[in-house]
């Protein structure tokens, strides 16, 4: 029944070796979104798409990127992982403007 | 940007007694929605409860509350009747429009 859907759980990568981590959803929402959580901090929202309009934050570096192919699916690329990347990113979606947002399970990367 | 603001980082409460969590915002929207998500150890974020900012009534879920004063911009978060499974990160979060920002959390641990 898993609704958005998030692989590989665990992500491994080396310094500088680019990275993609995928996000699947079944409730067929609009909008979808990445946050990426460090340790012990609140997710901070890198960007969004409505429809396939992509929505950046001012403060999300370069180094990351995103495609949404179909409305399903939507990707999270980095293009040059750094040591301070490593965090759980985490993708959600929505439907209506202020419904809540449904979250996947999240996927731990780490670079080394 | 929205400014969150979760004055209490740790908060711990014995079982079965209640526990309020505090929430204040900044907002110049008058259309926006109020959201707490638990997130447990696991990772995964949970929805909470609810409170658009046009509602008269406070919301209620199950042992969940909220109080809710629009005018202070405040929307403090009641868990009556604790569990020990209600040990989390427990995160404020605003939506206006299409972003969802959260607040640093607070977290509790309840104590049996």
């Known amino acids: 029944d898993a609704m958005v859907i998030q692989n590989p759980r665990y992500q491994v990568t080396q310094f500088g070796k680019p990275v993609t981590l995928s996000c699947s959803q079944t409730?067929?929402?609009?909008?979808m979104y990445w946050y990426q959580q460090k340790s012990s901090q609140a997710p901070k929202l890198l960007f969004h798409?409505?429809?396939?309009?992509?929505?950046n934050e001012a403060d999300t570096p370069d180094n990351f990127q995103s495609r949404r192919p179909n409305t399903s699916f939507c990707f999270l690329d980095i293009r040059s992982p750094g040591l301070g990347d490593a965090a759980m990113y985490l993708c959600?979606?929505?439907?209506?403007?202020?419904?809540?947002?449904?979250f996947g399970s999240g996927t731990q990367l780490s670079v080394l | 940007a929205q400014k969150i603001t979760q004055t209490q980082p740790g908060m711990f409460v014995q079982e079965k007694e209640a526990v309020t969590l505090d929430c204040t915002y900044d907002?110049?929207?008058?259309?926006?929605?109020l959201f707490w998500y638990k997130q447990p150890s696991s990772g995964e974020m949970i929805f909470l409860i609810y409170?658009?900012?046009?509602?008269?009534q406070n919301a209620t879920e199950g042992r969940y509350s909220l109080n809710f004063q629009k005018a202070r911009k405040s929307a403090n978060l009641v868990i009556s009747a604790s569990q020990l499974g209600d040990s989390a990160m427990y995160f404020c979060?605003?939506?206006?429009?299409?972003?969802?920002?959260f607040g640093k959390g607070t977290l509790l641990t309840v104590n049996p």
């Open positions: 409730l067929n929402h609009n909008v």
């Open positions: 798409y409505y429809d396939k309009d992509f929505n």
């Open positions: 979060a605003p939506r206006s429009n299409y972003k969802l920002t």
């Open positions: 959600a979606t929505s439907g209506r403007k202020n419904e809540k947002l449904f």
């Open positions: 907002t110049s929207d008058q259309s926006y929605g």
């Open positions: 409170q658009g900012s046009y509602d008269e």
